[in-house]
Nanobody, 120 residues
């Protein structure tokens, strides 16, 4: 049974930082593309970035967010810097057997999400 569990969310002031973690189990982690998505209030789920052989980010990230992964620990991380109130959202990690996918429908497994709230 595949499980993805996010942690590290919270409340932070604008300009601050958070680091989200996603612990995976039940899959051959190194074989999967690990993606991060977010869903703000009243918005559709939005692609943030993925980690495969390299990392790729949505345009809006603009160097503020960094994805890293540790295959030995079956974990992927999302470092959020220079946070803005509009970054407020539930952040999800997801796993895909495919490569270079940016749509939620292209991901096979999802975590429960971690709330990130940025105050102005």
């Amino acid at each position: 049974q595949v499980q993805l569990v996010e942690s590290g969310g919270g409340l932070v002031q604008a300009g601050g930082s958070l680091r989200l973690s996603c612990a995976a189990s039940g899959l051959t982690f190194s074989s999967y593309t690990m993606g991060w998505f977010r869903q703000g209030p009243g918005k559709e789920r939005e692609f943030v970035g993925w980690s495969g052989g390299y990392t790729y980010y949505a345009d809006f990230v603009k160097g503020r967010f960094t994805i890293s992964r540790d295959n030995a620990k079956n974990a992927v991380y999302l470092q959020l810097n220079s946070l803005k109130p509009e970054d407020t959202a539930v952040y999800y990690c997801a796993a895909s057997r495919g490569y270079r996918y940016t749509l939620p429908s292209q991901y096979d497994y999802w975590g429960q999400g971690a709330q990130v709230t940025v105050s102005s």
